[in-house]
């Protein structure tokens, strides 16, 4: 009923979403004589922010042409490398451009699509040949693809970093952080030589008894049980992945939205005002960042439950109690992999003090291998796009790569 009522009010608002567009360019119309009133402009402007914000948005494109590499503009392909029924590897590959370490970046699974972290691929993409795991949205999986849980989401994870192959280096980004650690825990104990030489973790809920924030209490305050009854729905006839449950990405959204819900107004009320003042370029720069936080997808109910129970409640890898496919998923067992933890001073989605746990529960690491950084007065998006990103935080991930991109290790029985 939960899904079936919000396909009904998506469809009446992609309605009222094209008449307000209409009725948007009408009066923006030089041939309309109302769009030189003092009326027009305002009334054209507050259409076109409804228009925006009511618009149904699908799954957005990387959009990468080019990149600068050592001066040089070259051309950028898409490839998908591996498909997988929930996720597929794509890699950037820079054409006519050989070498430099290799980066598989980790998208969350958090109702957002990998294309969020387009400004972090961006920035590392002239100096590294980069990956990127591509989650697929779940309501379009059909179910005879079966479940997927954490546990698949940690042999996708190695499953990826045998194709890429020995001698890379893997970013992840807010939620997968711990998927990652579990990765490298479970590769590290195997001794597969496709173990990443680096994890750099990002603004990850590692241990989410450090410093909780609102995300972290809305986990813990309530039973498993209630997450059970009141968030899972099921996906529509409409859909290819019909029957199958999920955990919403417009419920994810409407969360995200309702935790900073007036900085979200204030947004909305400068591009108002941007439109209305003729600042077109002002008012598309928040359209963009829009564009790409209202484009959700979903997750199946078993990845999102199992990440609740694991992750926020019982708080199982910094307890050392964390199993993937019936083994324990041992932090002592990384010994060689370069660790990097990542936070935001003012992160409100993942406290300070969450992802740098992943330094101390590795307690077979020597010290040399691991490595904090806090950024100054960095929030959570900022961690992994914009000037702060850019400027701040990637070269210190990028020399953290430069460091321990030694030659690929000595091959090792799994």
């Not at 992609?14 to 041939?31: C, D, E, K, R, V």
């Not at 990652?180 to 590769?187: E, I, K, S």
């Not at 002592?332 to 300070?352: F, K, W």
Request: with cysteine.
């Amino acid at each position: 009923m939960l899904y079936d009522a919000y396909e009904m009010q998506r469809s009446l608002l992609a309605g009222a979403s094209t008449l307000a567009n209409i009725g948007a360019g009408w009066l923006q119309n030089p041939a309309n004589p109302f769009a030189y009133s003092s009326m027009g402009p305002i009334v054209a402007s507050a259409l076109d922010v409804f228009a925006h914000a009511s618009a149904p948005r699908g799954k957005p494109e990387f959009g990468f042409e080019t990149t600068i590499v050592e001066g040089k503009t070259v051309p950028v392909a898409e490839e998908i490398v591996l498909r997988k029924p929930f996720g597929q590897l794509k890699r950037f590959r820079r054409e006519g451009v050989e070498g430099g370490p290799k980066l598989l970046i980790v998208a969350p699974m958090s109702g957002h699509y990998a294309t969020l972290l387009r400004g972090t691929v961006q920035r590392m993409l002239p100096g590294h040949d980069v990956y990127i795991t591509d989650w697929r949205d779940a309501k379009l999986v059909p179910l005879d693809a079966g479940r997927f849980d954490l546990d698949d989401y940690i042999d996708y994870l190695i499953a990826f970093l045998e194709h890429i192959g020995p001698g890379a280096h893997m970013l992840a980004v807010c939620q997968p952080s711990v998927p990652c650690y579990a990765a490298a825990c479970v590769m590290s104990r195997d001794k597969n030589p496709a173990r990443p030489r680096t994890l750099t973790m990002m603004g990850g809920p590692i241990d989410t008894r450090e410093a909780p924030t609102a995300v972290n209490t809305l986990a813990t305050q309530r039973p498993y049980s209630w997450f059970q009854s009141n968030v899972i729905a099921t996906v529509p006839y409409h859909y290819p992945g019909s029957g199958r449950n999920v955990y919403p990405g417009f419920l994810q959204l409407a969360g995200f939205m309702a935790m900073n819900l007036g900085d979200h107004l204030t947004s909305h009320w400068e591009m108002f005002k941007h439109l209305v003042d003729g600042d077109g370029e002002s008012a598309d720069a928040t359209k963009a960042f829009y564009e790409e936080y209202r484009s959700v997808c979903d997750m199946t109910s078993e990845f999102y439950l199992q990440t609740v129970d694991v992750v926020f409640q019982r708080h199982l890898l910094p307890k050392g109690q964390m199993m993937h496919r019936g083994r324990k998923v041992d932090p002592n067992a990384i010994t060689d992999i370069g660790l990097l933890a990542i936070e935001g001073e003012r992160d409100d989605i993942s406290g300070i003090g969450q992802t740098k746990a992943a330094l101390k529960i590795a307690g077979k690491l020597p010290s040399e291998h691991k490595k904090y950084h806090l950024a100054k007065g960095v929030g959570h998006y900022g961690i992994f796009n914009g000037s702060k990103w850019r400027d701040r935080i990637a070269p210190v991930v990028e020399d953290w790569i430069a460091s321990h991109d030694a030659p690929p290790r000595s091959k090792a029985k799994h």
